[in-house]
């Protein structure tokens, strides 16, 4: 209850539903802990289907009663003998073989009072790295038979703590002990101390002590605390009107948001600091010190979760503005599940930290985390395949909100690009909605997207049309191409490209510049009806699929323009200016953009929007 209490305490502005999220994720992390000791429990009768772990363990030495049998066993019930005076059994801890039997007793005691008074002093024990397997650290370039614990501070340096791995009682396995080094170093180290001043200074019934803590300590405990709170309360209100006083601007207004939003968390940070530093100069004994250290790692990592998931709400916030600033509409309706996600990942790593802090082994919790998240990720495959589609879609953008396009064998508008769908508008006026994960998968084609729109019919003649009204023809529409303002001069090319059926046929290849389709789609027009004034200048007619009769050999009109065109073309010839196969650079310069456009006469004129 008093863990639930400070994560509510910490994290007031977190939505309930995440911090059920975190209340769940502590109860799995707890059970994770304690389901290892039920899973490996050796069947009773020994029957033929026990798992092969249960057999391990009964061949396995049993575990030594006092818990030597692991480095951390030792450590802790050193600390836990000494922290209740009972020297006796905290000499149990030491490695005594060097000390006859007779006086082994006495002597014993009295060097796990001095190892006890140099760790209150002047030790340091690394609780987060001792080990839990009976074979201890086995990387530390230290002998198999030895595990450094700790250090013990002196005026010339640090001296290790370290412990030996010696054969224990007959039927029982090797035990963890403080090598004899050890204990003369604390004999040294507790000779050099002095008493503690303040103790001196307090009457009688405050030096009484519960849990290893003096009442004057406690007293000082709470008082630091206070102290603690109320300097870092100052301390980040006196940041805060700093910083507001030196950001005025409003372009400074993100740094200033930033600052209100993590005083809280800063404020925590910083009292614990302070509490931590002076703790150092009560003089209190290590047992409490273990303890205390934990209660401060537990708050940090809370503080730290408390910063991260406010700083993660702020950015994904500016992200968000910044969106839908730029119109990208189907990115700012993924950003509350973007936001969801990382507080959920970060209050989740944030109570493996805290419990990590209070030195729970998290190791078979997490593994319970993994296969639960495999379970959940097999159950929602379908989800989270539509989701991550989503996800594509939103950061390649081969699409946007808004864009006319081509999906596999369908087109139509994009209305909406959801978490696991996207919604499209189709030429029927009705709404498809496709799965982001198909969606993402299909051939998409963006017509919104195209700089420029492609002209590309192919004219065909009637078969009378003679081969010099062909170049006429050939050089009139390339020459109405280049005049024209819409039309891209590289590449703008007409090509005579063959017999058809029932024409002759011209292929025209030119790039349109238009802001829309529908602009496109007018000046289309207004190029093909400049195409059919040209052929009907030239003497010719558009084919279509028929059968022509001669009844009369009388001139047609067709044969007058086809003279003319003739007339014109021997003209080009005669001066040198036939522009085929290809016009001339200065030709086509000179004739860039000299088309009006609009034609005269129409209700509008062609000046860009």
């Not at 993100?254 to 939003?261: F, I, K, S």
């Not at 296969?371 to 390649?396: R, W």
Request: glycine content about 8%; proline content about 6%; overall charge neutral.
């Amino acid at each position: 209850m008093a863990v639930a209490g400070r994560i509510q305490e910490v994290t007031p502005h977190m939505p309930h539903r995440l911090l059920i999220a975190a209340g769940l994720a502590t109860l799995l992390l707890l059970a994770g802990v304690a389901s290892p000791s039920v899973a490996q429990a050796p069947s009773p009768h020994g029957s033929p289907g026990a798992p092969a772990e249960a057999d391990d363990a009964a061949a396995a030495p049993p575990a030594d009663p006092l818990g030597r049998s692991t480095p951390e066993g030792a450590v802790a019930g050193f600390l836990e003998a000494s922290a209740k005076q009972d020297y006796a059994r905290a000499a149990e801890y030491l490695d005594l073989r060097s000390i006859p039997g007779a006086r082994r007793a006495r002597v014993g005691a009295e060097l796990a009072r001095q190892l006890k008074r140099a760790l209150d002093g002047r030790g340091f024990i690394e609780r987060w790295s001792l080990s839990e397997d009976r074979a201890g650290t086995l990387d530390d370039e230290l002998p198999p038979d030895r595990e450094r614990v700790g250090s013990l501070r002196t005026d010339d340096g640090r001296l290790d703590i370290v412990l030996i791995r010696l054969a224990g009682d007959p039927g029982e396995g090797p035990v963890w002990k403080f090598s004899a080094a050890t204990l003369g170093h604390a004999q040294e180290v507790a000779s050099g101390l002095t008493s503690n001043r303040l103790e001196a200074m307090m009457p009688e019934r405050l030096t009484a002590k519960v849990f290893d803590v003096a009442l004057w300590q406690w007293i000082a405990l709470a008082a630091l605390a206070a102290a603690a709170a109320l300097l870092s309360w100052l301390a980040v209100r006196g940041l805060r009107l700093a910083l507001r006083l030196l950001l005025r601007s409003e372009r400074h207004a993100h740094w200033r948001l930033l600052t209100d939003r993590a005083a809280g968390p800063l404020q925590l940070l910083l009292g614990i600091l302070i509490f931590g530093f002076a703790v150092a100069g009560l003089g209190v004994s290590i047992f409490a010190r273990q303890y205390l250290g934990q209660v401060l790692g537990f708050l940090a990592a809370g503080a730290l979760t408390w910063l991260a998931v406010r700083v993660t709400e702020l950015g994904t916030e500016a992200l968000t503005r910044r969106l839908a600033v730029r119109g990208r509409l189907g990115a700012v309706s993924m950003m509350p599940l973007l936001r969801r996600a990382s507080t959920a990942v970060l209050v989740v790593l944030g109570v493996i930290t805290a419990l990590g802090a209070l030195s729970v082994n998290v190791t078979p919790a997490l593994a319970a985390l993994g296969v639960g998240g495999l379970a959940v990720a097999l159950a929602a495959q379908k989800t989270i395949e539509n989701l991550f589609g989503g996800v594509t879609l939103i950061t390649d953008q081969p699409v946007r909100v808004g864009d006319f396009c081509r999906f596999g064998d369908r087109v139509g508008t994009i209305e909406d690009i959801g978490m696991r769908s996207t919604r499209v508008r189709t030429l029927d006026r009705t709404v498809v909605t496709v799965p982001n994960a198909e969606f993402a998968g299909l051939h998409l084609e963006n017509f919104s997207a195209r700089d420029r729109y492609w002209f590309h019919p192919t004219i065909g003649v009637r078969y009378e049309t003679s081969p010099d009204q062909i170049r006429l023809l050939l050089v009139e529409i390339r020459s109405m191409l280049y005049a024209h303002p819409r039309v891209s001069p590289s590449p703008a090319r007409i090509r005579f490209v063959g017999f058809g059926e029932s024409s002759l046929n011209l292929e025209i290849f030119a790039y349109v510049t238009a802001a829309d389709f529908d602009e496109f789609l007018e000046v289309q027009e207004d190029l093909l009806l400049r195409i059919m004034a040209i052929v009907d200048t030239a003497g010719t007619a558009i084919a279509f699929p028929s059968r022509t009769m001669y009844i009369a050999t009388d001139p047609t009109p067709a044969e007058q323009g086809r003279a003319a065109a003739s007339a014109t073309v021997q003209a080009w010839r005669d001066r040198r200016d036939l522009q085929l196969p290809r016009f001339s650079p200065d030709r086509i310069q000179g004739l860039k953009g000299t088309l009006p456009y609009p034609p005269p006469g129409a209700a509008v004129d062609g000046a860009p929007q």
